[in-house]
């Protein structure tokens, strides 16, 4: 072991897993060849997987920014191009429409009929033809010849790049890692959230671009020309970057800004140009290779190229986020693997459930490279050398937090009992979301470990209860509890290797992480019915509570009532209870342990402080939180399905998080008010008009607009609110003294240092 | 008897070897000084000795070889040290920054912290700030504070971890002399009180005044060693003071200076 580890030297890794994995394909091709197919048709998406990462490596060596949104990037430029091609039309983006806050306020008046004009959807640059096939079908022809469709594309992509730079990663240069991934989340959430409103979630067909008629090799294997096209540009994009980097000035200054800002500016660079130009390159490429590569599976999804990101993080990391050649290579490889599992999935030995071949292997794969590389170089990853002016928000002690949440818990279980149904599940799914962004405060916020499987581990508690808890006859709040301890030891068992990692590698473990439990379980169909885990409702001492269990008023003779408001006063109960915890937390040795750690590391070891150890408790403590969160959003949903329970869910709900204000119990109340079909959802819906489809379009850019501007979130922005109002009323706190350390006032002390130093 | 000690520490960056074979001790209720030029290899010591950098060698601490112990166990042996750069914990307020070293968590004491957090007992922590002049600044965001000032508070978190041994790095640096000869009281009349410390200052007027004993490092390597007033008399250590290997612009620019050598040359005169 020590041999290993002595001889492994960081260095050699890329080096050595890319060995492994070619001496295994090179062995798996000798031995047969419908292997070699099989791997064989895993080269476009490796392709792809490779332009993705490649695209990320980019970004990275431009500006420092881990780019989560990379496979989103190459989703929109495929629909940009389908939109072209097949309806001749330029999607726009949602622009917002201050005449429709006129036209609401009118319609409210009464009069449904006024109209004022809308920003247009679609910029129709030409019209689709139609032509007669046999049979005397109509079929539409393409609206755009493909050279035009793919120009336009193209150009679009660029600008798309300019504007990802100029509005959000410029602004963010000196921001905390935390921010940086933040951004780029709420830019996954915005591309994928255009392309639903604009094109709907569901599969639409394309057209090929490139030949694919087969290629033969040798031994009677087939390999599609599009897929050897794919491949072909891949690398010959590869090799010109490498050149670029290598042998170019401008290459070289990037490589040196990457490394110190200063290095660029000796070359006569400026660090932001370079940043600028790398975006447009690496949203070009993405957006390229995903016009080229959605026809391969025939059909484009807002999800598919998206979640690529994962196996594309996958390659990027192993190469350092620095090697091209490396990027590449792991990134084809990874195509080619993923196929190769397919086939074999079929074979007797392969793992299984339910006589059905596991599914969500595949996605495993670049999950456990992920891991192993990280868990195997450590510490040694890159971290760029550009200065951090930004911290991480504030953490305030709250005060009077038990009359508040007294307070505030009461009025709302008071308020389920008179409100509509609408207004009731909201409230419910609000107190849900409450729950999540608690376990987020915990974590991300307290320790500033950046975690995108919250959503995940709610499904294991969930699915917990679903399949144990209810299967096995375990009664109420046993259910839930057992639920929130599996979440523990999932969340533990993500956490442990995530020790050896911090910032921006962490959110692309747990990313990972995510993508893995929820193609594993919750997408199984063996384990998870076709519909999803089923929950039971709950009931105590034979009070049927379940959202579902219609309630009866007293006396009223009237219908039940549905969803059932004792539903919701139990998940009030567990929120009130649950942020008395994590305000304690906050104020207990071990908030100050964990508020230690996030500032500063080596200074917490050298007081004493058992800086994995508090880690360790806090990604505990957040699964706990999380996986009873999972569970009462399992009895809310009567089931546990991919569709809330997965990696895409956990991103947005760091977005609801971050935006409520993610170091902040305060915070996480605000943040379960935004979350999809709470409070604030319904206020939209049902008293501006506007269609919930836009929620996770603002949540995206809310978040975006947050980490730009106010990384204390909309708690943080409220609390600064109520000072700055004290302080005009002349009434301010006092600026010194435990009771109040976040006033934003100087006290004595501070003016008289001032003083000082003056 | 030694209560902390080095044998043949050694730390390399790449090629370089920033302290090489060095040996010292600090024996109980001792001040020992570290000094040197900058860049000499005095934080990286601490580093090795505190476990902050790999190092070669071995070093002993109350009798038990903590070579292999990891940085926050070090820590609770009894280890503590401060920074060069104050390195605070800048969301907590100053009175907090002292309870996280003062603290140990359990798993009881965490559970009942999550029902209801205790009080703790802060008198001994206000003591400590008053010791150091920082009454007022208890409830304060360590970002409030002058540079001064700051350097108190990681001395006064060092100090509320009750240590054993404490080496300090550079603690008097940004504070005028007047409030560098109270510290330099104060860490005295704590070494009297039976704390054990290795001091890295810049200063040589206060080091050459309190210490008991010196290390001087240059390049990484031992240059010499022994009382204030051995030091004071030894050639090398005013060669590496004074030596053209070490630019003008450089000792200005890292604020030490003129000042110190001519408190050595007058010390020596
Ligand atoms: N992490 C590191 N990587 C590479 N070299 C380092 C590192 N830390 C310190 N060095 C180098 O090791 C040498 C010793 O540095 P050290 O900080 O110990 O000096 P010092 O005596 O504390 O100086 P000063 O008086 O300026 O604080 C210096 O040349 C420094 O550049
Ligand atoms: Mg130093």
């Given at each position: 072991m020590t041999f290993v580890r002595s001889w492994l030297t960081p260095k050699k890794i890329p080096a050595v897993v890319a060995g492994i994995f070619g001496v295994v394909v090179l062995v798996v091709i000798l031995a047969n060849s419908d292997q070699t197919q099989a791997i064989a048709l895993g080269l476009g998406g490796g392709a792809l997987i490779a332009a993705i990462a490649l695209s990320i490596t980019l970004n990275y060596q431009g500006s420092g920014v881990v780019n989560f949104a990379a496979g989103a990037v190459a989703m929109y430029g495929g629909y940009v191009y389908y939109g072209l091609r097949v309806n001749g039309q330029l999607f726009l983006p949602p622009i917002p429409n201050p005449l429709a806050l006129v036209e609401g306020v009118v319609h409210l008046a009464g009069d449904k009929a006024f109209s004022l004009p809308h920003i247009p959807v679609f910029i129709t640059l030409a019209h689709p033809g139609t032509g007669t096939a046999a049979y005397g079908t109509v079929i539409q022809q393409p609206a755009m010849a493909v050279w035009a469709a793919m120009l336009i594309s193209l150009v679009v992509l660029a600008l798309l790049g300019l504007a990802f730079h100029f509005l959000i990663f410029r602004p963010l240069r000196r921001a905390p890692v935390l921010a940086k991934v933040v951004a780029s989340v709420g830019l996954f959430i915005v591309m994928q959230a255009v392309i639903v409103l604009r094109f709907t979630s569901s599969a639409k067909s394309v057209s090929p671009i490139l030949p694919s008629s087969p290629l033969h090799l040798p031994r009677g294997v087939r390999v599609p020309e599009d897929q050897t096209l794919l491949v072909l540009i891949v690398i010959a994009v590869t090799a010109g970057l490498w050149a670029l980097f290598r042998f170019s000035r401008f290459g070289l200054a990037t490589r040196a800004a990457s490394e110190n800002e200063k290095g660029a500016l000796v070359l006569g660079y400026s660090p932001d140009m370079l940043a600028g130009v790398n975006w447009v390159a690496s949203t070009v490429l993405a957006g390229f290779f995903g016009i080229l590569a959605a026809p391969i599976n025939q059909s484009i999804d807002p999800i598919t190229i998206t979640l690529l990101i994962v196996p594309a993080l996958a390659a990027a990391l192993l190469a350092r986020f620095s090697s091209f050649v490396v990027t590449t290579a792991t990134g084809l490889a990874l195509g080619m693997a993923t196929s190769w599992i397919q086939l074999i999935s079929n074979k007797s030995w392969f793992p299984k459930a339910s006589g059905q071949a596991l599914p969500g292997l595949t996605d495993a794969l670049p999950f456990l490279v992920i891991i192993i590389v990280l868990a195997v170089r450590g510490k040694s990853l890159p971290t760029r050398g550009s200065i951090?002016?930004?911290?991480?928000?504030?953490?305030?002690?709250?005060?009077?937090?038990?009359?508040?949440?007294?307070?505030?818990?009461?009025?709302?279980?008071?308020?389920?009992?008179?409100?509509?149904?609408?207004?009731?599940?909201?409230?419910?799914?609000?107190?849900?979301?409450?729950?999540?962004?608690?376990?987020?405060?915990?974590?991300?916020?307290?320790?500033?470990?950046?975690?995108?499987?919250?959503?995940?581990?709610?499904?294991?508690?969930?699915?917990?209860?679903?399949?144990?808890?209810?299967?096995?006859?375990?009664?109420?709040?046993?259910?839930?509890l057992l639920g929130a301890l599996a979440a523990v030891v999932i969340g533990l068992l993500a956490g442990v290797p995530a020790l050896r990692v911090r910032g921006v590698n962490l959110a692309v473990v747990t990313f990972a992480a995510a993508v893995t439990i929820q193609n594993l379980i919750f997408a199984n169909p063996a384990w998870s019915g076709l519909k999803g885990a089923s929950v039971k409702a709950p009931s105590l001492f034979g009070f049927h509570f379940g959202p579902n269990d219609p309630w009866t008023k007293p006396f009223s003779g009237g219908r039940g009532l549905l969803p059932n408001p004792w539903f919701g006063v139990f998940c009030a109960l567990v929120v009130m209870v649950l942020v008395l915890v994590v305000v304690n937390l906050r104020r207990s040795r071990i908030g100050r342990h964990m508020l230690a750690v996030r500032a500063n590391e080596r200074a917490a070891a050298a007081a004493g402080v058992s800086v994995a150890g508090t880690k360790i408790l806090a990604f505990g403590v957040a699964a706990f939180i999380a996986g009873l969160g999972g569970a009462l959003s399992g009895y809310r949903f009567g089931s546990v399905t991919s569709l809330y329970f997965g990696a895409i869910p956990s991103m947005i709900f760091l977005a609801y998080a971050y935006l409520g204000g993610i170091s902040s119990v305060s915070g996480a109340m605000v943040g379960g008010f935004i979350v999809a079909g709470g409070i604030s959802t319904t206020i939209m819906t049902n008293w501006l008009h506007i269609s919930d489809q836009y929620t996770l379009l603002l949540a995206g850019i809310g978040l975006i607009f947050m980490a730009i501007q106010n990384p204390k979130g909309v708690a943080g922005a409220l609390r600064d609110g109520v000072h700055l109002v004290r302080r005009r009323m002349g009434r301010a706190t006092p600026g010194h003294g435990l009771s109040s350390p976040d006033d934003v006032s100087p006290g004595p002390l501070q003016s008289a240092t001032a003083e000082a130093g003056a | 008897m030694a209560v902390l000690s080095t044998q043949g520490l050694g730390v390399a960056f790449g090629a370089k070897k920033a302290v090489n074979d060095f040996s010292l001790e600090v024996g109980e209720g001792q001040l020992v000084g570290l000094i040197g030029p900058n860049g000499a290899g005095k934080t990286t010591t601490i580093d090795a000795i505190t476990g902050f950098v790999p190092a070669t060698g071995a070093v002993t601490f109350d009798g038990t070889d903590i070579s292999s112990f990891s940085s926050t166990q070090?820590?609770?042996?009894?280890?503590?040290?401060?920074?060069?750069?104050?390195?605070?914990?800048?969301?907590?307020?100053?009175?907090?920054?002292?309870?996280?070293?003062?603290?140990?968590?359990?798993?009881?004491?965490?559970?009942?912290?999550?029902?209801?957090?205790?009080?703790?007992?802060?008198?001994?922590?206000?003591?400590?700030?008053?010791?150091?002049?920082?009454?007022?600044?208890?409830?304060?965001?360590?970002?409030?504070?002058?540079?001064?000032?700051?350097?108190?508070?990681?001395?006064?978190?060092?100090?509320?971890?009750?240590?054993?041994?404490?080496?300090?790095?550079?603690?008097?640096?940004?504070?005028?002399?007047?409030?560098?000869?109270?510290?330099?009281?104060?860490?005295?009349?704590?070494?009297?009180?039976?704390?054990?410390?290795?001091?890295?200052?810049?200063?040589?007027?206060?080091?050459?005044?309190?210490?008991?004993?010196?290390?001087?490092?240059?390049?990484?390597?031992?240059?010499?060693?022994?009382?204030?007033?051995?030091?004071?008399?030894?050639?090398?250590?005013?060669?590496?003071?004074?030596?053209?290997?070490?630019?003008?612009?450089?000792?200005?620019?890292?604020?030490?200076?003129?000042?110190?050598?001519?408190?050595?040359?007058?010390?020596?005169?």
């Amino acid at each position: 072991m020590t041999f290993v580890r002595s001889w492994l030297t960081p260095k050699k890794i890329p080096a050595v897993v890319a060995g492994i994995f070619g001496v295994v394909v090179l062995v798996v091709i000798l031995a047969n060849s419908d292997q070699t197919q099989a791997i064989a048709l895993g080269l476009g998406g490796g392709a792809l997987i490779a332009a993705i990462a490649l695209s990320i490596t980019l970004n990275y060596q431009g500006s420092g920014v881990v780019n989560f949104a990379a496979g989103a990037v190459a989703m929109y430029g495929g629909y940009v191009y389908y939109g072209l091609r097949v309806n001749g039309q330029l999607f726009l983006p949602p622009i917002p429409n201050p005449l429709a806050l006129v036209e609401g306020v009118v319609h409210l008046a009464g009069d449904k009929a006024f109209s004022l004009p809308h920003i247009p959807v679609f910029i129709t640059l030409a019209h689709p033809g139609t032509g007669t096939a046999a049979y005397g079908t109509v079929i539409q022809q393409p609206a755009m010849a493909v050279w035009a469709a793919m120009l336009i594309s193209l150009v679009v992509l660029a600008l798309l790049g300019l504007a990802f730079h100029f509005l959000i990663f410029r602004p963010l240069r000196r921001a905390p890692v935390l921010a940086k991934v933040v951004a780029s989340v709420g830019l996954f959430i915005v591309m994928q959230a255009v392309i639903v409103l604009r094109f709907t979630s569901s599969a639409k067909s394309v057209s090929p671009i490139l030949p694919s008629s087969p290629l033969h090799l040798p031994r009677g294997v087939r390999v599609p020309e599009d897929q050897t096209l794919l491949v072909l540009i891949v690398i010959a994009v590869t090799a010109g970057l490498w050149a670029l980097f290598r042998f170019s000035r401008f290459g070289l200054a990037t490589r040196a800004a990457s490394e110190n800002e200063k290095g660029a500016l000796v070359l006569g660079y400026s660090p932001d140009m370079l940043a600028g130009v790398n975006w447009v390159a690496s949203t070009v490429l993405a957006g390229f290779f995903g016009i080229l590569a959605a026809p391969i599976n025939q059909s484009i999804d807002p999800i598919t190229i998206t979640l690529l990101i994962v196996p594309a993080l996958a390659a990027a990391l192993l190469a350092r986020f620095s090697s091209f050649v490396v990027t590449t290579a792991t990134g084809l490889a990874l195509g080619m693997a993923t196929s190769w599992i397919q086939l074999i999935s079929n074979k007797s030995w392969f793992p299984k459930a339910s006589g059905q071949a596991l599914p969500g292997l595949t996605d495993a794969l670049p999950f456990l490279v992920i891991i192993i590389v990280l868990a195997v170089r450590g510490k040694s990853l890159p971290t760029r050398g550009s200065i951090e002016t930004v911290k991480l928000p504030f953490a305030p002690r709250a005060r009077a937090a038990v009359p508040t949440t007294l307070a505030l818990g009461i009025a709302a279980m008071v308020l389920l009992f008179f409100v509509t149904p609408v207004w009731r599940l909201s409230i419910v799914n609000s107190l849900v979301g409450m729950i999540i962004c608690l376990s987020l405060v915990v974590l991300t916020g307290y320790v500033g470990q950046i975690s995108l499987m919250q959503m995940a581990l709610a499904g294991i508690g969930g699915f917990t209860l679903s399949k144990v808890a209810d299967a096995h006859h375990i009664p109420f709040p046993f259910g839930p509890l057992l639920g929130a301890l599996a979440a523990v030891v999932i969340g533990l068992l993500a956490g442990v290797p995530a020790l050896r990692v911090r910032g921006v590698n962490l959110a692309v473990v747990t990313f990972a992480a995510a993508v893995t439990i929820q193609n594993l379980i919750f997408a199984n169909p063996a384990w998870s019915g076709l519909k999803g885990a089923s929950v039971k409702a709950p009931s105590l001492f034979g009070f049927h509570f379940g959202p579902n269990d219609p309630w009866t008023k007293p006396f009223s003779g009237g219908r039940g009532l549905l969803p059932n408001p004792w539903f919701g006063v139990f998940c009030a109960l567990v929120v009130m209870v649950l942020v008395l915890v994590v305000v304690n937390l906050r104020r207990s040795r071990i908030g100050r342990h964990m508020l230690a750690v996030r500032a500063n590391e080596r200074a917490a070891a050298a007081a004493g402080v058992s800086v994995a150890g508090t880690k360790i408790l806090a990604f505990g403590v957040a699964a706990f939180i999380a996986g009873l969160g999972g569970a009462l959003s399992g009895y809310r949903f009567g089931s546990v399905t991919s569709l809330y329970f997965g990696a895409i869910p956990s991103m947005i709900f760091l977005a609801y998080a971050y935006l409520g204000g993610i170091s902040s119990v305060s915070g996480a109340m605000v943040g379960g008010f935004i979350v999809a079909g709470g409070i604030s959802t319904t206020i939209m819906t049902n008293w501006l008009h506007i269609s919930d489809q836009y929620t996770l379009l603002l949540a995206g850019i809310g978040l975006i607009f947050m980490a730009i501007q106010n990384p204390k979130g909309v708690a943080g922005a409220l609390r600064d609110g109520v000072h700055l109002v004290r302080r005009r009323m002349g009434r301010a706190t006092p600026g010194h003294g435990l009771s109040s350390p976040d006033d934003v006032s100087p006290g004595p002390l501070q003016s008289a240092t001032a003083e000082a130093g003056a | 008897m030694a209560v902390l000690s080095t044998q043949g520490l050694g730390v390399a960056f790449g090629a370089k070897k920033a302290v090489n074979d060095f040996s010292l001790e600090v024996g109980e209720g001792q001040l020992v000084g570290l000094i040197g030029p900058n860049g000499a290899g005095k934080t990286t010591t601490i580093d090795a000795i505190t476990g902050f950098v790999p190092a070669t060698g071995a070093v002993t601490f109350d009798g038990t070889d903590i070579s292999s112990f990891s940085s926050t166990q070090r820590a609770r042996a009894g280890l503590g040290r401060t920074w060069q750069s104050s390195e605070l914990f800048d969301d907590l307020t100053v009175m907090e920054n002292l309870q996280v070293a003062a603290e140990r968590i359990d798993v009881k004491g965490f559970l009942r912290d999550l029902v209801r957090p205790r009080n703790d007992d802060l008198s001994e922590m206000e003591a400590i700030l008053d010791s150091l002049e920082l009454t007022g600044a208890a409830g304060v965001l360590p970002t409030d504070l002058s540079h001064g000032q700051r350097k108190l508070v990681g001395v006064a978190r060092a100090l509320a971890a009750r240590p054993k041994v404490l080496c300090m790095d550079e603690p008097a640096a940004g504070l005028d002399t007047e409030e560098s000869q109270a510290l330099g009281r104060r860490i005295r009349s704590l070494v009297d009180g039976g704390l054990s410390v290795l001091l890295i200052d810049h200063d040589m007027g206060l080091v050459l005044t309190i210490c008991d004993y010196l290390y001087v490092l240059d390049f990484g390597q031992l240059i010499a060693e022994g009382t204030p007033a051995q030091i004071r008399a030894d050639k090398r250590v005013i060669t590496a003071y004074l030596g053209d290997r070490h630019g003008e612009s450089e000792a200005e620019a890292n604020g030490m200076p003129e000042a110190s050598t001519s408190n050595l040359q007058e010390g020596e005169g």
